[in-house]
């Protein structure tokens, strides 16, 4: 069931212009009466002067939009510089009224277009069905444009053209929910590395479980890979390092670790590298993101570390990576936890809870009842002191100083960090990440 009409008059043609409003009475009639649409809200994508924007007259490109508007309530008229922020304030108003399912009608040479578009600020929680823009003149139907060829691929510089309009677009917005705050550890030495947490302000997500420096895509949530690149962009430039050269963990819950410059497995939870100038991390949204570094030898890993993870020693697995790969010597590497789901908020259902009493009896709170709470944190650092990490060596939430704490619990602070175990399903994903200095 379709529930919005995008009707894209972004480029009409101006021999067009003077019977818009038969144009929309067309259109808006066949959608009223389609049986699968019960009334469909529906917005009207034009293109605005830039006159008429210093100007501050909205209305000036197609007067009669005004008066339509005003005859049809659930109709919206969109005016923008561009396509892409025309469509993206679309896109906004789409996803206040968690709406998904949606019919463009458009031009049949914007066709080809619109779908790169969409596919780039779009994800595939949405639906989209296309139908040829049509005007009635004289009792018929006629076309705006012939229907092109199906299969038809747009050349290499219309793309490129999109997507620089798209960028440009994204970069102009303004930030959300303050500055981009970064936090880093007392440990890891800047001298040597660029590493920090990232908590959630200071991107332009708006989606409210995800605003605002979301930096995970996926096709299960609604911010598209463009605006994940766009908040990953800001927080290079305030970390200082290239975007370009970003690498971030491809998680599976496991204890695989990627050795950089080698064959990259499918999924992995850790990973290394002794390259200079290349950022690695780590992502976490309740998970422990986990930062390794070595001084000495001039390597560093990171950890995903989540309950199954921590389990099946993802942390140990990248110490061992580093020791095996670059000769580092395990009393020379620190390790820090960031911020992740505490002991006070995180249960397991009591098989998994077994597990965890194992590695020590205090990683579990109220063991005997059906669902326990774990510390996540405790049970990673007496794995790493077990296998050799030095205890002072690891920076995790037993630091007293709260000034030097980068380890909060991720569902107790929501102004600060996101949670799957507090927001649900469509939340959003801080990271941990670490370079080597060139």
């Not at 259109?27 to 009207?44: D, F, R």
């Not at 922020?85 to 019919?103: C, G, R, V």
């Not at 200071?202 to 609604?222: A, D, E, H, V």
């Not at 002191?385 to 909060?408: H, K, R």
């Amino acid at each position: 069931m379709v529930e919005a009409v995008l009707i894209d008059l972004f480029s009409l043609p101006s021999n067009l212009e003077n019977n818009i409003q038969n144009l929309l009475c067309n259109m808006l009639g066949t959608i009223e009466e389609c049986s699968s649409v019960t009334a469909p809200l529906v917005y009207v994508m034009c293109w605005q002067t830039p006159q008429s924007e210093r100007n501050g007259d909205r209305e000036s490109l197609l007067p009669a939009l005004r008066d339509f508007q005003t005859l049809k309530k659930s109709l919206e008229v969109v005016h923008a510089l561009t396509t892409a922020a025309a469509l993206y304030t679309i896109k906004q108003k789409l996803d206040e009224k968690d709406l998904s399912i949606i019919k463009i009608i458009l031009p049949a040479f914007r066709r080809d277009l619109m779908k790169v578009y969409i596919d780039h600020l779009f994800t595939a929680v949405y639906q989209f069905e296309f139908e040829d823009l049509q005007m009635a003149s004289d009792c018929n139907n006629l076309l705006i444009a012939e229907p092109q060829t199906e299969g038809h691929t747009l050349p290499t510089q219309d793309i490129e053209l999109i997507t620089s309009e798209i960028q440009t677009y994204l970069q102009s917005l303004p930030s959300l929910k303050g500055e981009l705050t970064i936090l880093r550890s007392y440990l890891i030495p800047d001298n040597i590395f660029v590493h920090g947490f990232t908590t959630r302000t200071g991107g332009i997500s708006y989606i409210p479980t995800l605003s605002s420096c979301n930096l995970f895509s996926s096709s299960k949530r609604r911010d598209p890979q463009a605006v994940v690149k766009e908040n990953l962009r800001r927080l290079a430039n305030a970390a200082g390092f290239n975007p370009e050269t970003f690498h971030s963990i491809k998680t599976n819950h496991g204890n695989t670790v990627c050795i950089m410059g080698k064959t990259e497995p499918d999924s992995y939870d850790g990973i290394v590298t002794n390259q200079k100038g290349v950022t690695i991390a780590a992502p976490g949204a309740d998970c422990i993101p986990v930062l390794f570094a070595d001084p000495v030898r001039k390597a560093c890993g990171a950890a995903h570390s989540g309950w199954k993870g921590t389990l099946l020693g993802v942390s140990m697995a990248t110490v061992n990576a580093m020791v095996s790969e670059y000769g580092c010597n395990v009393k020379d590497i620190f390790v820090v936890l960031g911020p992740s789901v505490g002991p006070c908020c995180y249960k397991l259902p009591q098989e998994s809870a077994k597990e965890f009493h194992r590695i020590d009896p205090k990683c579990v709170r109220l063991f005997d009842s059906a669902s326990s709470y774990i510390d996540l944190r405790r049970a990673t650092r007496i794995l790493l002191e077990t296998s050799g990490i030095l205890p002072e060596n690891i920076q995790d939430d037993s630091v007293t100083d709260q000034n030097q704490n980068v380890t909060f619990c991720t569902s107790c602070h929501p102004d600060k960090f996101y949670s799957h175990f507090r927001d649900g399903p469509n939340f959003g994903t801080q990271i941990g990440f670490i370079s080597i200095k060139d």
